[in-house]
């Protein structure tokens, strides 16, 4: 089973009297341990599949299963879980508190998921997650008291802190320089290389060439990608 299946998927948003169809159909899966790599201009739709993909969002039309579970049309809370529990994000802005500790940033999220862990096991955990990025003696540095490369780092161990099957990256390195943004995208090849799936939106084809499988879109479908290697 794919970790993630679309089924005619449409996206439509309704401004006033005006319909605003954004996604136009799209029919895709994603298997497990893919590293995979959304494009197209403004408004081709990929940031807006990427929103429904990350359960973020829900589609107007269509099925997605997720998981082996269908999200699409599930509650808002159980969107929440599915979010919590098995996905992590990382953003173009590293959405880090200013006054907290990379290692506090880190476990934040095990404050909505963690159930039986202590205190002392989160932040166990969370030391392991920022070892990972290779921000071991950096654990208790401020974002501030952090460079940009660092502060990806701190955030894509934030998204690690659940041990999620994917990582989703929305322009993870738009706000990095050119040698940070290798450091970065290394990571993603390393942690896809340990079985996590990455999926990641990008206007860089540079970028996009980092991945296995580069999916293209344009007017709200995919025009290209739509091969999985598990079909060739």
């Given at each position: ?6 089924h ?102 095990l ?6 862990l ?10 392991e ?30 998204a ?19 040698k ?8 993603f ?44």
């Open positions: 089973m794919a970790l993630i299946e679309l005619n998927i449409g996206k439509t948003y309704f401004i006033g009297e005006i319909n605003v169809p954004v996604l136009k159909g799209i029919t895709m899966k994603i298997e497990r341990g893919e590293y995979v790599a959304l494009m197209g201009a403004s408004g081709s739709g990929k940031s807006t599949l990427m929103n429904i993909l990350g359960c973020l969002d829900r589609p107007t039309s269509g099925d997605y299963l997720f998981d082996g579970d269908e999200v699409g049309r599930a509650s808002g809370d159980f969107r929440a879980k599915v979010r919590n529990r098995k996905i992590g994000f990382v953003f173009q802005n590293f959405n880090l508190l200013p006054r907290t500790s990379a290692l506090d940033n880190v476990i934040m999220p404050n909505y998921t963690a159930g039986g202590s205190t002392s096991e989160c932040r166990k955990r969370g030391i997650a920022l070892k990972q990025v290779g921000l071991s003696e950096r654990i208790h540095h401020h974002p501030s008291q952090l460079s940009g490369g660092q502060q990806q780092r701190v955030a894509i161990a934030r690690l802190i659940n041990r999620p099957p994917v990582i989703f990256a929305d322009e993870p390195t738009g706000n990095l320089d050119t940070t943004s290798v450091d970065v995208m290394n990571m090849t390393e942690l896809n290389n340990e079985g996590i799936t990455v999926i990641l939106v990008t206007h860089s084809q540079e970028i996009a060439e980092c991945s296995k499988r580069i999916i293209r879109m344009s007017d709200g479908l995919i025009v290209s990608g739509n091969e999985t290697e598990a079909s060739k």
